[in-house]
């Protein structure tokens, strides 16, 4: 074969070479654009569709709850509160109870507000906090709303005691006239006849003693002592002069007898005390007492005014 056929055929092979390469070149580009796409593309995450429920009609859509009632009772506003605004160019002096002799509690600003719970004449008693309360004199501040219904009347007979038992214990000093100074230990036993009134019988006991000394007579000087004992007891009745309150002063009046030296000898006496009761059926008592009688026999007769302070407790039933 010569040499240009051999040419001529390799020339023709290497064109339907190139052309079955043009032919499937571009299928290829497409594939790998393909691949590379999917390689690239984003991982989606499937979310859940909303599930959204229909729409209620009106009338299947259940009643608000209907309001409470308004009785007046614990509402959750007081539009008719009474209270009163502090002046501003006062000193607001608030106390313990009605009266300047009553204890500070505290001094509050001008226009300051408080609740008013009572009235007391010129007094009116605030609440200065939930747990907190005090009285304010009127010249000291301004009423909001009619006050009239608030004014506080102490009820003297708020611890009436009429009726009531009582039995008191006590001890204290007895002063035998011109003879000595001693112990005394006795006891009552009383009852509330009315406010004012009641009865009381009391028993007691003590130990005079007078050491030896001289004494002067129509008869000459004579060495003279006494070492006895002494039982004595009264009935007494008792004024209360403030009853049913917490200090009741009273003044007390009655007749006895004393038994010394084997002898009864009868007895007055009077004086006055405090119960002050520490609880509704529970005082201290204090009382002081003159008691007056006469002792000895014959011509060596005489009277003797004792006295005796005592401190006691007092049970009421």
Not at 55 to 77: E, F, I, K, V
Not at 148 to 159: D, I, M, Q, T, V
Not at 233 to 238: G, I, N, T, V
Request: aromatic fraction near 12%; charge should be neutral; include cysteine.
């Amino acid at each position: 074969m010569r040499r240009s056929d051999r040419e001529t055929r390799c020339a023709v092979a290497l064109a339907v070479a190139l052309a079955a390469a043009a032919a499937a070149w571009p299928g290829q580009v497409r594939a790998q654009a393909a691949a590379d796409s999917t390689a690239l593309a984003p991982v989606s995450v499937p979310v859940p569709a909303m599930v959204t429920a229909p729409p209620t009609s009106p009338a299947a859509a259940p009643a608000a709850p209907a309001a409470p009632a308004d009785t007046g009772l614990n509402a959750p506003w007081l539009l008719t509160e009474r209270s009163v605004r502090l002046r501003r160019d006062t000193t607001n002096i608030v106390r313990t109870g009605p009266g300047n002799t009553f204890a500070m509690v505290g001094v509050y600003a001008g226009d300051s507000t408080f609740p008013v719970i009572a009235k007391r004449d010129d007094w009116y008693n605030v609440r200065l906090s939930d747990t907190e309360t005090g009285w304010i004199h009127a010249s000291l501040c301004e009423e909001f709303g009619d006050m009239s219904g608030l004014e506080f009347r102490p009820n003297p007979r708020l611890f009436s005691r009429v009726g009531s038992f009582s039995f008191s214990v006590y001890g204290g000093g007895y002063a035998f006239d011109r003879k000595s100074n001693s112990f005394v230990l006795g006891s009552r036993l009383g009852y509330y006849l009315l406010e004012y009134v009641g009865i009381e019988g009391t028993v007691g006991w003590t130990h005079v003693v007078r050491p030896a000394e001289i004494v002067e007579s129509l008869f000459g000087l004579s060495l003279e002592e006494e070492d006895f004992h002494m039982l004595y007891y009264a009935l007494s009745l008792d004024l209360k002069l403030l009853p049913g309150r917490q200090m009741v002063p009273f003044l007390t009046v009655g007749a006895g007898s004393a038994i010394m030296e084997g002898m009864s000898e009868s007895s007055l006496n009077y004086g006055a005390g405090i119960d002050f009761f520490v609880r509704k059926s529970t005082a201290a008592t204090f009382a002081f007492r003159s008691i007056s009688m006469d002792s000895g026999s014959g011509t060596a007769r005489r009277g003797n005014t004792n006295y005796e302070f005592s401190v006691g407790s007092t049970f009421l039933f």
